[in-house]
């Protein structure tokens, strides 16, 4: 195994949260649509339109904004984990 | 004719060539209908050759592809170890099986008269839920089914945890999917909006030289294939860092601290 300690390391370390951070964009795109998608679904097969879109697109909103905040918790506690 | 026209510009590779020259066929029907499964096939089969080419030869001091081979599987071991720790390192070979594969897509599309799959939807789309799928099957038998729904209901500790678990059940859920499906769509988006640029530059090289009736284009897009290289290699380690974030935030809580503590305290 290589190491990822010193000057390298710390490089290696920004490289991972410059990868980490591209994730946000497309994760808080398809939240939403995803979430659209589900609760339309739903609402088509019982009949109860808007109730479902809505409450699902804020869902997947949500859902969004909670994975893209565990992705940085995790790539910072590594870091944290490092220090 | 079942050919497949895309919405956007493309640059012609060697199937929709010859898809084209023997249409209307059974036989262009095929070429256009498996072209991306073709173009998989090939870069499996390119990876294949090196590997099992490299691999016969084993020596103390290694040859040039032995020693590139070594390095990139160090690398790829340092990404996983790096994120979940050094049990981390059994999920290396799926980790840097994806690495590989959209890697050597990823040039193989530079490459003249050649097509890089991670442009399709069809190939990418497949390949992040591979990952959904291995991540959810590492939840289950790592937690259990009990410890894998915990996980989904947002790991209650407290009353307060437990009432909202209703709540946290559809996000995690959801949260769950929405990770393959921004995997696919990043890749695809960046891939794909790569050949564009590259088909539209040469398109525009060619009208250029289009007044003075010569079989060639200027080659304006030429910048722009080192974007592409450069993009290519990025969205491979993206990918898989991101897979490898996945997989460890499926990881049980107690066992992934006590892991990157050690990585911690062994790499600080």
Avoid at chain 1, 48 to 74: C, H, N
Avoid at chain 2, 39 to 55: K, Y
Avoid at chain 2, 209 to 224: M, N
Wanted: proline letters at 5%.
């Amino acid at each position: 195994m290589g190491d990822t300690s010193g000057k390298k390391g710390v490089v290696f370390s920004q490289v991972k949260q410059i990868g980490a951070l591209t994730a946000i964009p497309a994760v808080l795109l398809v939240g939403p649509i995803l979430g659209y998608f589900v609760g339309n679904w739903i609402d088509r097969k019982f009949q109860l339109y808007p109730w479902f879109t809505v409450f699902f697109v804020f869902a997947g909103f949500f859902a969004a904004g909670r994975e893209i905040f565990r992705l940085l918790k995790q790539v910072l506690k590594e870091d944290e984990a490092k220090k | 004719m079942k050919q497949v026209e895309h919405a956007y510009p493309e640059v012609m590779n060697w199937i929709q060539l010859m898809a084209r020259a023997t249409a209307p066929s059974p036989f262009s029907d095929f070429l256009f209908q498996w072209e991306e499964v073709i173009f998989s096939g090939i870069v499996i089969m390119l990876i294949s050759v090196f590997a099992i080419a490299v691999s016969r030869k084993i020596k103390f001091i290694p040859g040039r592809g032995q020693a590139f081979l070594e390095l990139l599987i160090s690398g790829l071991d340092d990404i996983v170890t790096s994120v979940i720790g050094s049990r981390g390192r059994t999920y290396t070979p799926f980790v840097g099986s994806l690495f590989i594969y959209i890697f050597v897509s990823n040039l193989f599309g530079l490459v003249p008269l050649q097509n890089s799959t991670m442009g399709f939807l069809t190939t990418v789309a497949p390949i992040a839920f591979c990952v959904f799928l291995y991540v959810q099957w590492i939840g289950i038998t790592k937690n259990g089914i009990l410890g894998y729904l915990h996980h989904l209901c947002g790991s209650p500790r407290d009353i307060f945890g437990w009432l909202v678990a209703p709540l946290m059940f559809p996000l995690h859920v959801l949260g769950e999917f929405i990770k393959p499906l921004a995997l696919s769509f990043r890749l695809y988006g960046n891939i794909m909006a790569g050949h564009v640029l590259l088909a539209v530059f040469m398109g525009m090289g060619i009208q250029m030289l289009k007044p003075l009736h010569v079989p060639v284009g200027l080659p304006i897009h030429f910048p722009f294939i080192f974007l592409e290289l450069l993009i290519g290699i990025i969205q491979a380690f993206v990918f898989s860092l991101l897979s490898t974030i996945y997989i460890a935030m499926m990881l049980p809580h107690e066992e992934y601290q006590h892991e990157n503590h050690a990585v911690g305290t062994t790499h600080g």
